[in-house]
């Protein structure tokens, strides 16, 4: 029972990480239809704009994180400038745009690697980590219950945002249809440039929280796969999707890991997300994307 | 006009050449590092030390009289980029060796290769046996290296835990995508119940991609193992450390293999205290003081992969006692100087090759134990 309950928390925690990147993805795919692939670029920025921030500028967490957050979030609005807007104006296949994607990741990445190493980085202990004993049940670690929290106000501010700005109304416009928003008198540049930064600064916040879980080095930007595996079950486009996705798949990670085999993790996740689609097809909360005659 | 542009042209071509012709008077080495990825760090290190031997070659004036060139190129610690990086040293650099990578896996893949162009390619880090001899038993012409193997090493760790800290139920965390890590746990399995050892626990992840061992630790704190053996490389090995200490595992020893790096302080803090480490080189090995002075000096850097570099440093030179001892830039009878290396100083060690594996006979096996902030010299072992 209590080792139950220890990886349930587990994978509540991995979850909720795996939401804010996810959530990300979705964001942007319900404006412009495609799949931005170096959304994992902008955790790794935000991760090595903390670390900078906390080690060479001296600055407490708040500070060093809400620089992070806009850098990933200002890095995010001109990688849209520079790699997507040439694209999206000249052509509506969106094709192009997710290799654009491809491109800019390995390049942001690469940056990383010349200019600041490929060694691996720890940001200072700014986020406690010590174990935590739960009615003696179960031992999680302090970082698990405060990401979960903070994952949990990140996205219900989100979720006011989209529901009760005028911004967040004319992002719902656009995600039901571009053209015609544009049409109504959204300026469609801006409205994506805010897009792009708002899925930036949720990714910094997962790089945060990852950089000081793990570790920070160029290719941390890899694990936003899952993140992208769990948009897709949720639906892509659907940001209360994105939110289940990861929760379903952090707990069916740490459960298989835990309970049958660490080695059949990836196979179980990979599993879920074919017999997902195999099913519905536009994944769990997806709306169908029908062509109008 | 024309005529005269073009015999301009001309003249700048034939010069080109003969400047080619003329620094042909060079000795190429190639060098396959891990420069970007995964093991980027490891391999920039092995990059700058054996740039430094070849400083000091240099300047001491070279070999037979010509100076050493090195060519590195990046292997991203995958296989096929080995196999490329080696394709360009020696179709296009023409180079008379190789040295490295600092992987199995990339020596595995690079092998056929070598031995089909008769390139000499000494692996600075690979600790799999199929390095130097092939799945038929017989050993690759071509092949060699400077470090002790993984069945050597695995009895190493299986020696080390059981007879000399006395601790008989194992918990196993190992990288299942890694020729190394795979290699390195079937032989302490293999040793530890020789010595009486049993293994409680024995788990795998995916190396590269998982960077959370949180379940895997869970089962293992619910099997009473009272030691937690990692054949792995410094990322996840610290990652597992710094997680296992987070889930309130307090008493467990965490016991490993050369994979250990300086850099995994950075990673699992004060959680590396305690925790003992089987490599090749000890940092505070007096031999190998001036080195790290140096290399601190040239690069203002700490060593931190120090074993990378230790066995990078040392390839060179042992390469250039084998061209000296081969009288004569030829890749052929380089590899047979290096066949029968006997008794060669090497700055951490001294050397003697097995012609029948390819590997160096009875190294010692040092280990450090993690005090204070670093990887320290605990003791010299023999099994």
Known sequence: MGTLLQQIINGLSLGSVYALIAVGYSLVYSILLFSNFAHGSFLVIGGYSCYFALKTLGMNIWLAGGLSLIAAGVSAILTERLAYKPIRERTNVTLYLLIASMGMSIVIENIFVVTVGGRFRALPPVIPTNPVNLFGLATTSAFDLISLVVAIICLGGLQLFLTRTKWGLAIRAAAYNLRIAGLMGVNVSRLISLVFFVAGVLAAVGGIFLSVRYTLYPQLGGITIKAFVAAVIGGLGSLPGAVVGSLILGLAEMLTAGFISSQLRDLVVFSLLVITLLFRPTGLFGKSVGEKV | ?383
């Open chain 2, 1 to 383: 006009m024309r005529k005269l542009a073009l015999t301009v042209l001309l003249l700048a071509l034939a010069g080109t050449i003969c400047g080619a012709a003329f620094a042909e008077d060079t000795i190429k080495v190639g060098h396959i590092a891990a420069l970007t990825g995964d093991w980027a760090a490891y391999g920039k290190t092995e990059e700058m030390a054996a740039k430094l031997a070849i400083e000091e070659i240099n300047s001491a004036g070279g070999v037979l009289g010509k100076k050493i060139e090195l060519i590195v190129y990046d292997w991203k610690a995958r296989p096929e980029d080995a196999v490329n990086a080696a394709r360009r040293l020696i179709d296009e650099d023409k180079v008379v060796a190789i040295i490295g990578p600092n992987g199995s896996g990339g020596n595995i893949a690079t092998a056929p290769l070598v031995n089909s162009k008769q390139v000499p390619q000494i692996g600075t880090l690979p600790t799999n046996p199929l390095v130097t001899v092939g799945e038929d038993g017989k050993v690759k012409p071509y092949n060699f290296r400077i470090c002790f193997t993984d069945p050597y090493q695995g009895k190493l760790i299986a020696y080390f835990t059981a007879k000399e800290l006395g601790k008989l139920k194992a918990a196993i965390l190992y990288d299942v995508a890694s020729d190394y890590s795979q290699g390195l746990r079937e032989f302490f399995v293999e040793s530890y119940k020789e010595y009486g050892g049993e293994v409680v626990a024995d788990l795998g992840f995916r190396g590269a991609q998982d960077v959370d061992f949180r379940a895997q630790l869970t089962e293992i704190k619910n099997k009473n193992a009272d030691v937690l053996v990692l054949p792995n490389m410094g990322k996840e090995m610290a990652l597992i450390i710094k997680q296992a200490r987070e889930l309130g595992m307090n008493e467990i020893v965490f016991i490993g293999g050369d994979g250990y790096g300086e850099f995994m302080w950075e990673i699992a803090g004060d959680a590396m205290e305690n925790s003992y480490w089987i490599t090749h080189v000890a940092p505070e090995d007096p031999n190998m003081a001036k080195f790290f002075a140096d290399y601190k000096a040239k690069y203002n850097d700490e060593c931190k992969e120090f074993a990378n570099g230790v066995m990078a440093y040392d390839a060179i030179y042992w390469l250039k006692d084998a061209i000296e001892r081969a009288g004569e830039v030829n890749s052929v009878k380089i590899r047979d100087a290096l066949e029968t290396t006997k008794d060669l100083k090497l700055h951490h060690a001294t050397l003697t090759i097995n012609p029948a594996d390819h590997n160096p006979q009875d190294k010692d096996g040092v280990v450090l134990i993690a005090k204070d902030g670093k990887g320290q010299f605990f003791k010299k072992i023999k099994p």
